[in-house]
């Protein structure tokens, strides 16, 4: 158990310097299933020589060897006496990415998904919004499920440079589709994309586009076919910003969301909505035909 030493040799804090008999004894012992290191209790004889820290132990809390009283109370233990602010069955069904996909993605990897393909989607900022990209690992099997690997956020950053940070991500991943929203202020970007991805795919936003992109986000969604991690709140957040709304001439419905500072414009959400465009509407529940030769 690795642990570091060091003299105290100030007098200021007599107190410190009468508990740890004149050493400062730091343990790193994250994973020591809570037993100090022997050396440790040889330099202050005060110190305890175990520490029992396991939940088993402090699940009713107690006060510990060293004089601190300590408790653990875990998700399960609320739940057993009596606390109902959660679901236990709904916390069980959120995804760790760092556990669920790790035998496929590595995040940290110089390519994180391997030779998979991936599609890219993107929502340019407003004004005084930001501008979110979002990284999707598309089903390996029709009608599977979709991945989000990535997700980012930018704010007052140039068009050259959203640019670039998408082509940074080619060059990361095996990307196969990029959705790009290229109304207004994401032109721009678009017309940089294109020059190192040619097969982009532009949508100019209308009350028919959005209805579509929604319409395709929400059966995925109600489908249970999209997965991401359990800490990525504001991409529900951004998703949850998303309402259906009247257009002002009264004729059609459409679908828009509010400002704020935590979900931009749900910047995020419209990014998910435009790299699923990838996928048909009818997913992997397309008819398929057969072709026989005589």
């Known amino acids: 158990m690795p642990f570091l030493c060091r003299r105290e040799n100030s007098r200021e804090n007599s107190t410190l310097a009468r508990w740890f008999h004149d050493w400062q004894v730091v343990i790193v012992a994250a994973r020591s299933g809570g037993r100090l290191c022997p050396a440790a209790s040889c330099l202050s004889p005060r110190l305890p020589s175990v520490l029992d820290v396991s939940h088993a132990r402090l699940m009713g809390g107690r006060p510990c060897e060293d004089a601190i009283w300590r408790q653990i109370v875990t998700v399960l233990d609320a739940a057993d006496r009596g606390c109902d602010l959660f679901d236990i069955e709904e916390l069980r069904r959120e995804v760790d990415s760092w556990v669920e996909w790790a035998d496929d993605h590595k995040p940290f990897a110089v390519r994180p998904y391997g030779d998979r393909a ?131 001439s009264g004729r059609q419905v459409t679908y828009t969301a509010g400002r704020s500072r935590t979900t931009g414009h749900a910047d995020l959400a419209w990014a998910l909505t435009h790299a699923l465009q990838s996928e048909p509407l009818e997913g992997g529940r397309a008819a398929r035909g057969t072709m026989e030769i005589f």
């Open 118 to 248: 991936v599609w890219i989607g993107y929502d340019p900022a407003e004004t005084g919004d930001s501008a979110g990209i979002v990284v999707v690992a598309p089903p390996l099997v029709p009608g599977g499920k979709f991945r989000v690997l990535e997700r980012h956020q930018f704010k007052g950053m140039e068009f050259k440079d959203q640019a670039a940070f998408i082509e940074q991500i080619t060059k990361r991943y095996w990307v196969t589709y990029i959705g790009v929203d290229a109304t207004g202020m994401g032109t721009g970007v678009a017309q940089l994309v294109r020059q190192f991805f040619p097969g982009v795919t532009v949508f100019n936003y209308s009350p028919e586009v959005k209805a579509r992109l929604v319409l395709k986000a929400y059966d995925v969604i109600n489908d249970e076919r999209l997965e991401y991690d359990a800490g990525c709140i504001d991409l529900t957040q951004s998703l949850l910003a998303i309402q259906k709304t009247i257009t002002p």
